[in-house]
């Protein structure tokens, strides 16, 4: 059964703190991983990896895909509170559908 | 942003009454997908549609009901509402998963049965 598995589920940190959130999957045939940034509405896109481009950055945002051992991280430098949000990761392969794993909460406090 | 949108994006209903949703797009892509986001589940799919009149069930589909008659409708029944179908429901739109294109997502729509 195919399943994305992220951790931690919850994390607090201060301005300016780096945080690495992690994703890890089991997938038929991956085609892809994606990251979202979820706050009060819907999820909006950040990332997308596979396998011609295995690591993304965007300011402060950067993303790594390891194929091998099949999982992806997502960093931010720099915390700032608006960083605050759930962070979900998605995973496509065979059944041309997204999985998404539960989450991490992000709270960054001032 | 991508066209998409969600209509009611608030609904309180009574258990045992019908409630459909709906999700418009103006992008013209092919699939569409109905997710429904509870805490600790993260996003399940319900139903997907891959083109007018072809739709698939997902993981939680069981008291739900899709059709696609257009290409930028997608709409989402659920026929006799029960307390459980509480959540918030994302619309999602690709234009084709074999070309590995990210996902769009429409704003939501909060679902209460009461």
């Known amino acids: 059964e195919d399943k994305v598995v992220q951790s931690p589920l919850s994390l607090v940190v201060h301005e300016g703190d780096t945080v690495t959130l992690n994703c890890s999957y089991e997938?038929?045939?991956?085609?892809?991983l994606l990251w979202y940034k979820q706050e009060k509405k819907a999820p909006t896109f950040l990332f997308m990896l596979?396998?011609?481009?295995i690591e993304k950055k965007s300011g402060r945002l950067s993303s790594i895909l390891d194929k091998k051992e099949l999982f992806s991280i997502l960093n931010i430098t720099a915390t700032q509170t608006g960083d605050s949000a759930v962070y979900l990761c998605?995973?496509?392969?065979?059944?041309?559908?997204?999985?998404f794993g539960t989450g991490t909460r992000l709270q960054v406090f001032p | 942003d991508a066209g998409i949108t969600q209509s009611p994006r608030h609904k309180v209903t009574e258990t045992g009454t019908p409630v459909t949703l709906r999700c418009h797009q103006t992008?013209?892509?092919?699939?569409m997908y109905w997710y429904r986001q509870d805490p600790g589940h993260g996003l399940r799919l319900i139903h997907y549609?891959?083109?007018?009149?072809?739709?698939d069930k997902g993981e939680v589909s069981d008291g739900y009901s899709v059709s696609r008659s257009k290409t930028e409708d997608f709409l989402l029944t659920l026929e006799s509402a029960t307390s459980s179908q509480t959540s918030v429901y994302f619309c999602a739109i690709t234009r084709d998963p074999q070309m590995n294109t990210e996902a769009f997502f429409g704003q939501g729509t909060r679902l209460t049965v009461v």
């Open positions: 549609s891959y083109g007018v009149k072809d739709t």
């Open positions: 596979t396998s011609s481009g």
């Open positions: 998605a995973v496509e392969g065979t059944t041309d559908k997204l999985i």
């Open positions: 992008e013209n892509h092919r699939y």
């Open positions: 997938v038929t045939n991956f085609r892809s």
